[in-house]
């Protein structure tokens, strides 16, 4: 059985845990203002709030129900369009109505429950942020203005809350929740003291899937997952974690893209982090897709993988009486293929916490700026002495089957002096490495140009004392 609550009501049900939220509240509970419309995370109409007890504390996030099983819920709770009613329209409803917006409507309960979020998650508002909480609502009719506007001035109505226990009923004094959620924080402590989170009992083996998060999974294969048995990994806490061990820096499989784009550690060694983040995804995909989840998926252009083989990383796997560990460079056997077998899981990544000499830097082209696929991406993490390099690894995705660390790039510029014709040289190795393929995100010559071109920017933005792209290519 899965437990939790939605909106004010308490949910128990039999159903697949595979099953989509987003069918489950729709079809089965009948609460239509949650809105399907792309299935892929990307249009924003399905957004709802996930609350959750973390040390102690209650915790919202807004999510794509559509791509979220329904197990994901189980202790916690959900809630809709639906449950932001109350008999008059909030301060956020209101905004949206006077300010023009909406039109057609479809979008705006997602639009709605994100700009809700914002206050729930935040306890200190600006304008710009509250835009940007809605990073994964699209509207086709407003052209965005009329929204903008709403979200500016829903901030400028309430410049700070309150936080700890009194920031639930500062909201709800501020109408812009319903006052249900002052008893939301006991439900779910006792809800969770009833509840065992995690599945026991089963190896991996049993189990047809297993989910780490599904952002993409669940694109591909929802119709196969809705009454499959799977495992929901993402809810195992015990592999969400980002923390130092014996000068390494070691990142949980299940930790989500929103939860290292939070991290202090990560912010500490690589302050640029959250930037790089941002290109990942829309925020409810960062809060539910997984450091493990987007490696193990094995795209060639996922943009974790892209990361962390610049780092150098090494995965460690369990089977669950044994452990081993793989760089992260060897993982990958070919396209979609992995070294993992099906009773083994992936704990955590580590890599070396970088020299203080060291610089980092990631890019990312595709055809829109944000919330897209790359069509190249790559990284590259290196150790200067002066103008020597005394340790370069770098990574490029998009361009073969598998993600690529660019060993022979790397052994030609290690000990070598920064200079123009090097880094030039260098790309010319890089492009020489990849054997990248015509699709929809570009084609192979101009996939080989972009990889050519990042190898560039590297140098251009961590060497800008260098000066050594005055010259136009």
């Known amino acids: 059985m899965i437990h939790f609550i939605l909106n004010d009501k308490d949910v128990s049900t039999s159903f697949s845990r595979g099953f989509v939220l987003l069918d489950f509240i729709r079809k089965k509970l009948h609460l239509t203002g949650t809105k399907q419309g792309c299935r892929e995370g990307d249009c924003g109409a399905c957004t709802v709030l996930i609350g959750e007890i973390q040390k102690g504390e209650l915790h919202y996030k807004n999510v794509n129900s559509c791509l979220m099983?329904?197990?994901?819920?189980?202790?916690?709770?959900?809630?809709?369009?639906?449950?932001?009613?109350?008999?008059?329209?909030?301060?956020?409803?209101?905004?949206?109505?006077?300010?023009?917006?909406?039109?057609?409507?479809?979008?705006?309960?997602?639009?709605?429950?994100s700009l809700t979020g914002y206050f729930l998650i935040n306890q200190n508002y600006n304008a710009l942020d509250a835009i940007d909480s809605m990073n994964g609502n699209i509207c086709r009719c407003t052209g965005y203005s009329g929204i903008k506007r709403a979200a500016e001035r829903a901030a400028a109505s309430f410049d700070s809350i309150q936080n700890g226990d009194y920031k639930f009923d500062n909201l709800i004094t501020a109408q812009i929740i319903?006052?249900?959620?002052?008893?939301?924080?006991?439900?779910?402590?006792?809800?969770?003291?009833?509840?065992?989170?995690?599945?026991?009992?089963?190896?991996?083996?049993?189990?047809?899937?297993?989910?780490?998060?599904?952002t993409d999974l669940y694109v591909q294969k929802w119709e196969s997952l809705i009454n499959s048995q799977v495992n929901l990994i993402s809810s195992y806490k015990k592999l969400s974690f980002v923390e130092e061990v014996n000068g390494e820096i070691h990142i949980g499989s299940?930790?989500?893209?929103?939860?290292?784009?939070?991290?202090?550690?990560?912010?500490?060694?690589?302050?640029?982090?959250?930037?790089?983040?941002?290109?990942?995804?829309?925020?409810?995909?960062?809060?539910?897709?997984?450091?493990?989840?987007?490696?193990?998926?094995?795209?060639?252009?996922?943009?974790?993988?892209?990361?962390?083989?610049?780092?150098?990383?090494?995965?460690?796997?369990?089977?669950?009486?044994?452990?081993?560990?793989?760089?992260?460079?060897?993982?990958?056997?070919?396209?979609?293929?992995?070294?993992?077998?099906?009773?083994?899981?992936?704990?955590?990544?580590?890599?070396?916490?970088?020299?203080?000499?060291?610089?980092?830097?990631?890019?990312?082209?595709?055809?829109?700026?944000?919330?897209?696929?790359?069509?190249?991406?790559?990284?590259?993490?290196?150790?200067?002495?002066?103008?020597?390099?005394?340790?370069?690894?770098?990574?490029a995705g998009g361009v073969a089957p598998i993600p690529m660390y660019l060993a022979k790039t790397r052994n030609y510029l290690l000990g070598k002096s920064i200079s123009e014709n090097v880094v030039a040289e260098a790309g010319e190795i890089a492009v020489s490495e990849i054997s990248p393929i015509s699709d929809a995100r570009g084609s192979a010559e101009y996939k080989s140009l972009l990889l050519r071109q990042l190898i560039f920017a590297h140098f251009f933005k961590l060497f800008p004392e260098n000066k050594i792209f005055e010259i136009s290519y």
């Open 69 to 113: 099983p329904l197990g994901d819920v189980h202790g916690k709770h959900v809630v809709t369009i639906e449950g932001l009613n109350s008999d008059e329209l909030s301060p956020i409803q209101s905004a949206f109505v006077d300010e023009g917006g909406t039109q057609c409507g479809f979008c705006t309960p997602g639009f709605i429950v």
């Open 254 to 395: 299940t930790t989500t893209i929103a939860e290292l784009e939070q991290s202090q550690l990560m912010k500490k060694y690589f302050p640029e982090f959250p930037n790089y983040l941002i290109l990942f995804g829309s925020i409810p995909i960062r809060n539910r897709a997984t450091v493990g989840g987007n490696i193990v998926n094995a795209s060639p252009i996922g943009d974790m993988t892209n990361i962390l083989l610049a780092l150098d990383s090494n995965v460690h796997i369990t089977n669950g009486k044994s452990e081993r560990q793989v760089p992260l460079k060897n993982f990958f056997k070919g396209y979609k293929t992995l070294d993992l077998d099906k009773n083994e899981l992936v704990e955590y990544f580590s890599f070396q916490i970088p020299e203080k000499n060291s610089r980092f830097n990631f890019e990312k082209v595709s055809k829109r700026t944000y919330l897209d696929i790359a069509s190249v991406n790559s990284s590259m993490y290196i150790e200067v002495n002066g103008e020597q390099i005394t340790e370069i690894h770098l990574s």
């Open 178 to 214: 319903p006052n249900y959620f002052s008893g939301i924080k006991k439900r779910l402590i006792d809800l969770n003291k009833k509840l065992r989170s995690e599945i026991v009992g089963k190896s991996n083996d049993q189990f047809e899937f297993l989910i780490s998060g599904g």
